[in-house]
């Protein structure tokens, strides 16, 4: 099964960039990641999805080294409104479509 | 084009009644999902379906019943509330790109 880790909690400033990071040890080579955002008394929102490499959109980069066992989220100049929890999204095992999201990050950002 | 619905966005049951919490979705997505989010936490998938007849278990499955007749509805059973069943409950469907999920607004439930 697919374990996910991310830290439970970052502080930024506005204007920063932040880097979230997620330890998957255990997903396949075609399995892809993707991280959402969520704000309090919401459901999850998508942010971005990667399979390898460096996924740019306009809101967030997301890189995926080549052994895949950790991708990172950055949010390049934070602002207030991306206070939030974001989350890491795999699939749980090899061959199901079971998707298991990681613990969450509460991004706090300052003024 | 609403999305993915949930009803009802509020319930409150006593230890041992049934009760379905109802998600339909209009985009036709084959693939839809559970989640559980107790308070503070994050979330955790319970059942997920990936076409009309398909369903499988999550990472906590017990205690809930799903089934799956159309593409449009994945209703979510609860067989017998039990107070660790307090929580709110999303609905999601994937579209797109896999992995790539549009959630309802949620279901908060509280059992006494």
């Known amino acids: 099964l697919a374990k996910t880790t991310q830290p439970i909690s970052m502080d930024s400033y506005e204007g920063q960039e932040v880097n979230i990071t997620c330890s998957h040890n255990?997903?396949?080579?075609?399995?892809?990641i993707t991280w959402y955002q969520q704000f309090p008394s919401q459901g999850p929102r998508f942010i971005i999805q990667?399979?390898?490499t460096k996924v740019t959109n306009e809101v967030a980069s997301l890189f995926i080294p080549a052994d895949r066992k950790s991708s990172t989220l950055s949010l390049p100049r934070v602002s207030l409104s991306d206070t939030a929890v974001y989350y890491c999204?795999?699939?749980?095992?090899?061959?199901?479509?079971?998707?298991?999201f990681g613990s969450g990050t509460r991004l706090q950002v300052q003024p | 084009n609403a999305g993915v619905t949930q009803t009802p966005k509020f319930q409150v049951l006593k230890t041992g009644q049934s009760m379905t919490l109802q998600c339909a979705q209009d985009?036709?997505?084959?693939?839809m999902s559970w989640y559980r989010q107790d308070p503070g936490m994050g979330l955790r998938l319970i059942h997920y379906?990936?076409?009309?007849?398909?369903?499988d278990q999550g990472e906590v499955p017990n205690g809930y019943n799903v089934s799956r007749s159309t593409t449009e509805d994945f209703p979510l059973r609860l067989l017998s509330a039990a107070p660790s069943q307090t929580s709110v409950y999303f609905c999601?469907?994937?579209?797109?790109?896999?992995?790539?999920?549009?959630f309802g607004e949620g279901s908060r439930l509280t059992v006494l």
């Open positions: 999204l795999v699939p749980m095992d090899t061959g199901r479509r079971a998707l298991t």
């Open positions: 255990n997903i396949a080579t075609n399995d892809y």
């Open positions: 999601a469907s994937e579209g797109g790109a896999p992995g790539e999920l549009f």
């Open positions: 990667g399979y390898k």
């Open positions: 985009m036709n997505h084959e693939y």
């Open positions: 379906s990936v076409g009309a007849g398909i369903t």
